[in-house]
């Protein structure tokens, strides 16, 4: 195993860790549980055919679904969302090629960066609250609750991707 394996192991097993025991815990107005565990997603290398990110994106989300009692909707989202971040970040660019042997997050400029993980955000929780509540009646409160848990769960991510730079 090299380096980034074990770094990457390390942050899956981390964020599980601190979604379970810290972030599942907060529900501050009702509406509000931060969803920081996707932070792995936005970290992981960016490879042109990397069926590995798919795996481990759907395990990340099968761990927090084990944990929460939450049914699946975890895995099905984090699955989805890894499937469709090369897509999104080639809009976010403006690029249909991407040099993707030097290609990270952390090259990207600030406001592309910030789009890039704010559109992947606001999909992961729509689909959270939309698999959660299921119905057209209760539309109003899954935009809410995708709203008011982004906004939370963005602040978390682009602090941690600003401490995580500057290590770099």
């Known amino acids: 195993m090299n380096r ?12 599980i860790l601190l ?18 565990y996707i932070f792995f997603i936005f970290l992981y290398p960016i490879k042109k055919d990397d069926a590995s990110v798919l ?3 759907f395990f990340l989300g099968l761990c927090i679904d084990i944990f929460s009692d939450s049914g699946g909707i975890n895995a099905a989202a984090t699955l989805f969302i890894a499937f ?6 080639q809009s976010v660019i403006g690029k249909r090629e991407i040099d993707y ?16 993980v704010v559109i992947l ?7 959270v609250f939309g ?35 500057s290590k770099r």
């Open 55 to 57: 795996i481990l994106s």
């Open 84 to 89: 469709i971040r090369i897509p999104i970040l």
């Open 19 to 36: 979604q379970i025991i810290v972030l599942n815990n907060i529900n501050f107005l009702g509406y509000i549980n931060p969803y920081f």
């Open 101 to 116: 042997g030097t290609m990270t997050l952390f090259k990207l400029p600030f406001p592309k960066m910030f789009l890039y």
């Open 131 to 165: 698999m959660e509540y299921f119905k057209w009646s209760k539309f109003g409160i899954i935009l809410l609750n995708t709203v008011l848990t982004s906004i939370f769960t963005i602040i978390l991510t682009m602090i941690s991707l600003t401490f995580v730079t």
């Open 4 to 15: 980034d394996n074990i770094n990457n192991a390390l942050l899956f097993i981390g964020l």
């Open 121 to 127: 955000t606001v999909i992961h929780h729509f689909i």
